[in-house]
């Protein structure tokens, strides 16, 4: 079988599997126990989303017919998801804090990170500065840092696909490192931290099963996304606060 074969996921398909990637992630970190064979089953599927939609975004930038409705759209998500993301997360209403936010806002910051780089009219080493600063503002979301350079190389290296999928290994083997390291550092069990090494699951979808067609245009499909992130965030943190408790 060749790769033509097996591309047979369009854009609304992929995002529809990330978000029950997402989903499965999300009820891990609300009820299983991260140490459990489980909990790291299902946050390993979940080291699918964030990654995926980060890159997905950078070819969303390059089609988008308007880039203003663009982040005017995730800023306003970004900020409906903050309520929702801090009761969830933090237990208070709304939190002030480093990781305040969630995956929409630091999806925000990634795509001003890009029409920054591909739109402003200034010296390189300018704009070098400027997305090093980016990356500091999305230290207030979720996912920091690593999704806001995965989304930008996958736009500066766009008609360069090799490069592409190497910037994303070295950024994903970044990350790892980073969660590994860090509870070693701190003499914690990083052992709770192997299901990072999910990322791997990103190029294997996105290179071997997307077929980069957009699928539909029915409104559905825009929107379904940006819904379905506070809500279901807010479910989880009812459910935990009426239902478990």
């Given amino acids: 079988m060749t790769l033509s074969q097996t591309q047979v996921l369009n854009r609304n398909k992929i995002k529809y599997i990330l978000i029950v990637a997402m989903l499965i992630d999300h ?8 140490a459990s064979i489980l909990g790291q089953v299902m946050h390993f599927i979940g080291r699918l989303t964030g990654p ?3 890159v997905l975004l950078a070819e969303g930038f390059q089609y988008t017919k308007n880039r203003k409705k663009y982040a005017l759209r995730l800023f306003i998500f ?3 998801s903050w309520i929702p993301y801090s009761l969830n997360d933090f237990g208070v209403f709304p939190k002030f804090t480093l990781g305040m936010f969630g995956m929409i806002f630091t999806l925000f910051i990634a795509f001003m990170t890009i029409w920054m780089w591909a739109d402003l009219k200034i ?3 300018v704009k070098v500065i400027l997305v090093i600063l980016m990356c500091a503002l999305s230290l207030f979301g979720d996912w920091p840092i690593f999704a806001v350079l ?3 190389f996958a736009y500066v290296y766009r ?9 994303f290994g070295i950024i994903a083997a970044a990350d790892v490192g980073l969660m590994i390291l860090l509870p070693l550092a701190l003499h914690a069990p990083w052992k709770q931290q192997l299901f990072q090494t999910g990322v791997i699951l990103v190029p294997i979808l996105l290179i071997c099963f997307y077929n980069r067609k957009k699928g539909s245009s029915a409104k ?3 929107w379904f996304f940006y819904i379905f992130y506070p809500l279901h965030i807010l479910i989880i943190y009812l459910i935990k606060v009426f239902v478990i408790k």
Wanted: glycine share 0%.
């Fill in 27 to 34: 009820i891990a970190w609300a009820f299983v126990p991260t």
């Fill in 52 to 54: 995926s939609m980060a």
């Fill in 78 to 80: 970004a900020m409906i």
């Fill in 123 to 125: 010296p390189k080493a």
């Fill in 150 to 152: 995965w989304a930008f």
């Fill in 159 to 167: 008609d360069r696909p090799k490069a592409k999928w190497i910037s």
């Fill in 220 to 222: 559905i499909h825009k």
